[in-house]
Structures are given as C-alpha cells and as structure tokens.
C-alpha cells in the first residue's frame, strides 16, 4: 500500500496540455525567435490557443492548473 503518492507538476502540466492537443515540449517559433514576424503557425504548440501566443504564459497556466489538480488529490508535499 503507498501512503504518499507524489506527483510532478511539470509531468501533469504536460499531460493537461496534450489532452487539449498541445504539445509541451515542441519549442514555439516566437521561442526560436523573439521576432519572428511569420508568427507561429503550428497548431499544437503550447501556446496555440492562447491569444497572445506567449508559451511562458501558456505554461505558466498549466502548471497552475496541475498546482491545483495535485493540491485536489492530495498528492502535493
């Protein structure tokens, strides 16, 4: 029986944005270049569906949402 299950947030995070089609780690073309005047027009980058398109502010939301589910299921420190 495991009396502590502990849970990475960065694993949920990720796990939460492929369930919504993003993916995590693929690096965003505003990541590649700061001034990327194309935009990026990759459908699964993490910040695809977020207005600004900013992938630190995209994950910045899913860790919260992870924070949350973790702090839920007791699974937190």
Known sequence: MVDHV?????RLAAALAKGDGLDWDE???????????QGCGSSTCI?????DHDPDVARASYRRYAETAIQMIGGGA
């Open 47 to 51: 910040a695809a569906h977020y207005e």
């Open 6 to 10: 502990v849970i990475d947030r960065d």
């Open 27 to 37: 690096t965003c073309a505003y990541e590649a270049d700061p001034e990327c005047r």
